[in-house]
Nanobody
Framework: QVHLVESGGGLVQAGGSLTLSCAAP????????VGWFLQAPGKEREFVAA????????RYTNSVKGRFTISKDNAKNMVYLQMNSLKPEDTAVYYC?????????????????????WGQGTQVTVSS
């Protein structure tokens, strides 16, 4: 079992920035592909960004390209989601997921069903 802990959410005005962090105490993130997903009330969990096990390759949903950046710091066992130019429609609970599948070494998955481990989520609220 892998325990993930998200942090960094909060309330920010439109156009502002937040950095979300995902930690896996006792685990090495170099062995995992990690993805960020959002979930708004009454809606399904949606893909935001993901980074491969190698940390070299990333994938983003179209709506965040050029605004969000996912990165992995293997030395600190942390994965970050830098969010710039935030919009009210970015408001949601953000979750990080992790999976150790060997096929994710170069290309991370974008489907939430491909991730075995999840954190508790962190709320991001963007006011207009």
């Amino acid at each position: 079992q892998v325990h993930l802990v998200e942090s960094g959410g909060g309330l920010v005005q439109a156009g502002g920035s937040l950095t979300l962090s995902c930690a896996a105490p006792g685990r090495t993130f170099s062995s995992y592909a990690v993805g960020w997903f959002l979930q708004a009330p009454g809606k399904e969990r949606e893909f935001v960004a993901a980074i491969s096990r190698s940390g070299v390759n990333t994938r983003y949903t179209n709506s965040v390209k050029g605004r969000f950046t996912i990165s992995k710091d293997n030395a600190k066992n942390m994965v970050y989601l830098q969010m710039n130019s935030l919009k009210p429609e970015d408001t949601a609970v953000y979750y990080c997921g992790a999976d150790s599948g060997s096929r994710w070494f170069t290309t991370p998955p974008i489907s939430p069903g491909e991730y075995d481990y999840w954190g508790q989520g962190t709320q991001v609220t963007v006011s207009s």
